[in-house]
């Protein structure tokens, strides 16, 4: 509003961009002919999750797998 920026955090902010990363996979599921791209998708972001230790700042519950992954 008014033309300003305000920085956001937070699972609604992440949402848009891990359905970015899961349109990825599901391209590249798509096109390596997988059998199931909707079960490779959902693999793949769990299995390539890049893993952080945010242990020293948030409590366990209030991250998943790391950072999401894009395929290459």
Do not use: I
């Not at 490779?40 to 950072?67: I, M, P, V």
């Amino acid at each position: 509003p008014g033309g300003t920026l305000k920085s956001l955090d937070g699972t609604s902010m992440a949402c848009p961009h891990v359905a970015g990363v899961a349109a990825l996979w599901w391209d590249y599921a798509l096109k390596t002919n997988a059998v199931s791209a909707s079960a490779l998708t959902t693999a793949q972001l769990t299995a390539t999750a890049s893993a952080q230790d945010f242990s020293n700042e948030f409590d366990s519950t209030d991250y998943g797998f790391g950072l999401v992954t894009s395929p290459r």
